[in-house]
């Protein structure tokens, strides 16, 4: 499996984003390769619907009943792991290893449930926010 962080989603989705054919590529890519059946979380649902709500620089907000449908679709297509203990386990640990705080939290625990699957490849536009994780994880960009 591979990790989609929210970026790709948002990027795939939206008319008028600047790497939309980057993401749409890599999204089709990862789910016929050998780590089909890429993986989300719920945190990444939420986070697709509070981005795609808001206006971006490349286009207009999408309507809550949009962005949730969208999301419905996500959770459909793609295994999503789940916020089970273990994932808050790994929050904690990774608290003790590498330092992040504010939105970076965030990141942190997109590695978290990850690392509670045993996910290692996750594929984000946002390599910046995960490098301090490389040693556990594989930043695969689009």
């Known amino acids: 499996m591979t990790f989609v962080d929210t970026n790709v989603l948002v990027y795939a989705a939206a008319v008028g984003a600047p790497l939309r054919n980057r993401a749409r590529a ?3 890519q990862t ?9 989300v979380s719920r945190q990444v649902l939420r986070e ?6 808001r206006p971006q620089a490349w286009g ?3 309507s809550l009943a949009i962005a949730i449908d969208d999301a419905s679709i996500f959770a459909d297509q793609f295994a ?10 790994h929050l904690v640990g990774l608290g003790k290893a590498y330092p992040f705080g ?3 939290v965030h990141d942190a625990n997109i590695v ?8 290692r490849r996750l ?16 930043i695969i960009v689009p």
């Open 102 to 104: 504010e939105r970076q």
């Open 112 to 119: 978290a449930t990850m690392l509670a699957y045993g996910e």
């Open 123 to 138: 594929l984000t536009f946002n390599e910046a926010d995960f490098r301090r994780f490389v040693p556990l994880i594989e």
């Open 48 to 53: 697709y619907i509070a981005a795609v709500t």
């Open 60 to 62: 207009q907000p999408l």
């Open 31 to 39: 789910a016929s390769g050998e780590h089909a059946r890429p993986s």
């Open 80 to 89: 999503v792991l789940e916020d089970i203990p273990l994932v808050w386990q």
């Open 26 to 28: 890599s999204l089709a």
